[in-house]
C-alpha cells in the first residue's frame, strides 16, 4: 500500500513460512510475481514489480540468506523480524527493511521500519492511517500512543549490545552458538539438518531424530532438565532450536549435552 | 472494512476530535453520513448505512454520553477508548464495542473489540490480515504475536477492578471524582466549564481560567507541587484534568485545594 507508488506487481521470493504470508498479504493489493528458491541469481523477474520482497530469516525452516541477494534492478524490501540486530549490515542496499522486536530487539509491541525517505507519499488511498508510513513519519512515530514500556525496553537492549561490543560481537556469537550444534548434528549419525549448508540460520535450528517415534521422549525428557520450546512447527516437524542474542552460549552446551546423552541412550 | 458487508455507507456521530479522525478514516472505504450533535434524536439517519458510529467519551472535549443513544434502527459501534471499565453497560445493544487499553484498562499495547458473532466474516479484500477479525476470531487473538506484559497488567487491572468492588464502584467513584470538581467550578467565578451538563466527562474535565494570561502561571505552580498534565489540548486551549480508574479522590481533592489558592492569590 505505500510502495507500489502506481505500479501493479511486486515481486516475492518464497524461501518459506514467512515468505508465503507476506505474499499472500501482497495479494490483496496487487499482483505477485513469486520468485522461487534461495540462489538469487536465477530470479526471474519482469522489471514491472514496484519492488522486490524477500524474508531474510524463516525462523520456522531454519533458513536465512548469508549475503543480500541480487535486487535485479529493483528496490529491495526486507522482513528481518527475527535476525535485526544480530549482526551488521548495509542498509543502503535497501529501499526499506521491517522487523518486529521480539526476537533479538526486546520484547514484543514494537515494530521497526527503516525506509529511504523518497519512498514516504504517495500511498494507495485505502491504506488505513496506523499502516501509513507519511503519517507515522509526520507524527514522529507517536500518531497512536506507542507501546512505551516496550520501546523503554527495547532501548535497554540496544545499549546491552553496544556495551557486549556491538553488532560484530552478536555475529560472532550467533554463529559460535549456531555452529556449535551444527557441527554436532553433523558428525551424528542420530540427528539430521534438514537445510543446505549455505543457507543454515544462525537463529532456529531445526533438526530431525533418526527415529521420530522418539520425538515425544526428547521433548519431554529435554524439558525435565530445562531445556524448552524445542518441539518443531507442525509444517516441518521434529526439533528447532531458537537461539537468539539473549542466549547464552551455555545454552547450546547444555542442548548438545542432552542431545549426546539421548543418543547414547537410544542407540 | 469488516462491518459494510456490501454496503456503501455508515453513519458517523461528530461529537469531537476522536469522532473526527474516525469519520475521516471511515471515508477511505463508504460515504460517510455525518450526523452533528450530542441529541441522538434529532440524528438523521438514511437508514442505508451498515452502522452507526459514535465515541462514547471524547477526552479532548471532555464530553461523554450518559446513556446508550438512540440507533434508529442501526447497528451501533462504539469507541470506548477512554471509559471503557469505568462503569457497567448493557453489552447486548451492540454490534461492537472496541477501546485501546491505556487509560482504564491497563498499559498501553491492547485493542479491545467486543463484536456480535454474525458480524464477523465477509470483510473487505482489502482488509489487511491484521485488521482482520474472522482471522483474529480464528486465531484466538494470536494471529500475531500479542503484547504479552500488556496482556499480563490488564489482567491484573481487571482483578483489581473487581476487588474493588466491581464497575459499579468505579463508576460510584468516576462520578463522586468529577462531580467534586465540577462542583468548584460552577460555584467559581474564576473558573469556567466548557460542557453541557448533560454532557460533562466523568473521565476528562476540561475549565478555563477567567484571565487566560494566567494560563502558564496555572500550569507552572501546579506541576510545580505535582498535579501535572493539566494543560488542556491545543484545540481547545485551558485546562483538562483527565482522572480514569486509577485516580484517587485524593487527585481530585489536591487539585481543587490548588485552584482554590490560585483563585485566591489572582483575585
Known sequence: MN?????????????????KAALEEARKYCDVNVLEGADSSKWAVTGNE????????????GF??????ESHGLDLVCDMSSNLLSRPFDVSKFALVYACAQKNLGPVGNTIVIVRSDLIG???????????????????SMYNTPVT??????????????????????????????????DFIDASDYYTSPVEIQFRSRMNIPFTLKNTDKNQLFLDESAA????????HRSVG??????????????????????????DQQS
Not at 3 to 19: E, I
Request: hydrophobic content about 40%; charged content about 20%.
Open 149 to 182: 514500556y516496550s520501546w523503554y525496553l527495547s532501548g535497554l537492549i540496544c545499549e546491552w549490545v553496544k556495551e557486549e561490543g556491538g553488532l560484530l560481537e552478536m555475529d560472532r556469537r550467533a554463529k559460535h552458538r549456531a555452529n556449535k550444534l551444527y
Open 64 to 69: 536465512e540468506f548469508h549475503s543480500i541477494p
Open 238 to 263: 521434529g526439533m528447532r532450536a531458537s537461539m537468539y542474542n539473549a542466549m547464552p552460549d551455555a545454552g547450546a552446551d547444555a542442548l548438545i549435552a542432552f542431545m549426546q546423552a539421548f543418543q
Open 50 to 61: 514496484a519492488y522486490l520482497h524477500y524474508v531474510d530469516n524463516e525462523t520456522i525452516g
Open 3 to 19: 510502495l507500489l507508488k502506481g505500479k501493479t506487481a511486486a515481486a516475492y521470493v518464497d524461501t518459506g513460512h514467512w515468505s
Open 225 to 232: 532438565i530445562g531445556l524448552i520450546n524445542l518441539k518443531g
Open 122 to 140: 504517495d500511498e494507495m488511498p485505502i491504506t488505513p492511517s496506523m499502516c501509513n508510513y507519511s503519517i507515522f513519519r509526520g507524527k514522529q
